[in-house]
């Protein structure tokens, strides 16, 4: 039998040996909660000089990192996530400011992990909107400059 004859498997299947463990996050308590760190620019995870995937390593840059991805899914655009998940950023450039907050603080407060979410200054250049956000969570809170690419 050569490799043409080979039935080609509906799922591909990866080894994932070299990957740490996953501990169940849910159950996690939150201030243990972890996530990698990703270039929001570059659309991509980082890594440290020796390769390995970069985690953040306080529940502050754990709230960032959780609040950037929302802030950086288009709502309604992907299949996998219901209709809370994600802001409009779309439609922002036809928006008032006060809208851009309300919809940035719902977004955000729609996560599990997210009790507060106060927009305290928005201010925009050309297509991109920069934020003051404050985030109280769980296990504590963070205050930090938004960069959000409104392309």
Do not use: C
Not at 79 to 89: F, L, P, S, T
Request: aromatic content about 8%; charged content about 35%; glycine content about 8%.
């Amino acid at each position: 039998m050569n490799m043409a004859d080979d039935p080609i498997p509906m799922f591909p299947t990866f080894d994932l040996s070299d990957l740490e463990s996953l501990d169940e996050i849910d159950g996690m308590p939150s201030e243990e909660k972890w996530s990698y760190v990703m270039d929001f620019e570059q659309r991509k995870l980082m890594r440290d000089t020796d390769g390995q995937l970069l985690r953040t390593k306080t529940y502050e840059e754990y709230l960032v990192q959780v609040a950037m991805r929302i802030l950086n899914t288009e709502r309604f655009r992907h299949g996998i996530y219901d209709e809370e998940i994600g802001v409009e950023r779309s439609e922002w450039p036809g928006w008032s400011d006060i809208e851009i907050k309300r919809d940035i603080e719902e977004a955000l407060e729609a996560h599990m992990e997210i009790e507060k979410a106060d927009v305290k200054q928005l201010t925009r250049g050309g297509s991109v909107v920069y934020a003051t956000i404050k985030i109280t969570g769980a296990a504590g809170a963070v205050e930090w400059e938004a960069d959000l690419n409104g392309g």
